[in-house]
T-cell receptor
C-alpha cells in the first residue's frame, strides 16, 4: 500500500467548513482513497472513500485531484462532535487487503 | 441492520495469564473479519484476518492467535499474556467487492 502524507493537526471553530488535505503521490491505479476518523478509546469510524470521482455523503465531501496524487476531505459546518483524528488511507479491494493506519490529522474544534 | 459486538469491554489481567477476546457480527452472512491492536499512544496495526470459517491469516506476530469457530464469530487469544499485550483491541468486519471495514467499539486490555 502506498504512503499518504497528512498534516499533524488542524484547528477549527464550530460552524466552519474544514478542509483536510492528504497527499498520495505514488498512488496506484487500483487503490481507493479511504477516510476514517477516530476519537480516543473508540473504534475508527468510516467516513467516506473514492477512486477517481469526487464523492459526497451525509458526513463529508471528498475531493480527488484529477491526477489522483492528492485529495481533500471537506467537512461542512463542523461541530464539537467532529473533533477526532482523521486518517487518509490507500487500499486495494479484497478481503486480504490491509487497511494501514498512520498518525492522521488531529482536528480540534473549539466553540 | 448489522451490528458488531466485542467482549469484554475492558480487562485487567496478570502477566502470564491466559486471554480470550471475542467478536460477534450479526446481520451479515460470511463477512470478512479482522483483528486490530493499538498500543497506548500508538497507531492501529492489523493482527489477523479471516475470509471464511476455520481460516485465519496472521499479519503481525505478537504471540497471539485467532480463530473463527463460526461464521459470525472471531476470537483472539493467548495462553500467556505479556506486558506488551496491553492496549486497545478492535474487531472489524467487511463485505462485498469494495470490502469497506467497519469497526467495533473495542476492548481495553491492561496487563499488569
Amino acid at each position: 500500500d502506498a504512503k499518504t502524507t497528512q498534516p499533524d493537526s488542524m484547528e477549527s471553530t464550530e460552524g466552519e467548513t474544514v478542509h483536510l488535505p492528504c497527499s498520495h503521490a505514488t498512488i496506484s491505479g487500483n487503490e481507493y482513497i479511504y477516510w476514517y476518523r477516530q476519537v480516543p478509546l473508540q473504534g475508527p469510524e468510516y467516513v467516506t472513500h473514492g477512486l477517481q470521482q469526487n464523492t459526497t455523503n451525509s458526513m463529508a465531501f471528498l475531493a480527488i485531484a484529477s491526477d489522483r496524487k492528492s485529495s481533500t476531505l471537506i467537512l461542512p459546518h463542523v461541530s464539537l462532535r467532529d473533533a477526532a483524528v482523521y486518517h487518509c488511507i490507500l487500499r486495494v479491494q479484497g478481503g486480504s487487503a490491509k487497511l494501514i493506519f498512520g498518525e492522521g490529522t488531529k482536528l480540534t474544534v473549539s466553540s | 441492520a448489522q451490528t458488531i459486538h466485542q467482549w469484554p469491554v475492558a480487562e485487567i489481567k496478570a502477566v502470564g495469564s491466559p486471554l480470550s477476546l471475542g467478536c460477534t457480527i450479526k446481520g451479515k452472512s460470511s463477512p470478512n473479519l479482522y483483528w486490530y491492536w493499538q498500543a497506548t499512544g500508538g497507531t492501529l496495526q492489523q493482527l489477523f484476518y479471516s475470509i471464511t470459517v476455520g481460516q485465519v491469516e496472521s499479519v503481525v506476530q505478537l504471540n497471539l492467535s485467532a480463530s473463527r469457530p463460526k461464521d459470525d464469530q472471531f476470537i483472539l487469544s493467548t495462553e500467556k499474556l505479556l506486558l506488551s499485550h496491553s492496549g486497545f483491541y478492535l474487531c472489524a468486519w467487511a463485505q462485498g467487492a469494495l470490502n469497506t471495514l467497519y469497526f467495533g467499539a473495542g476492548t481495553r486490555l491492561s496487563v499488569l
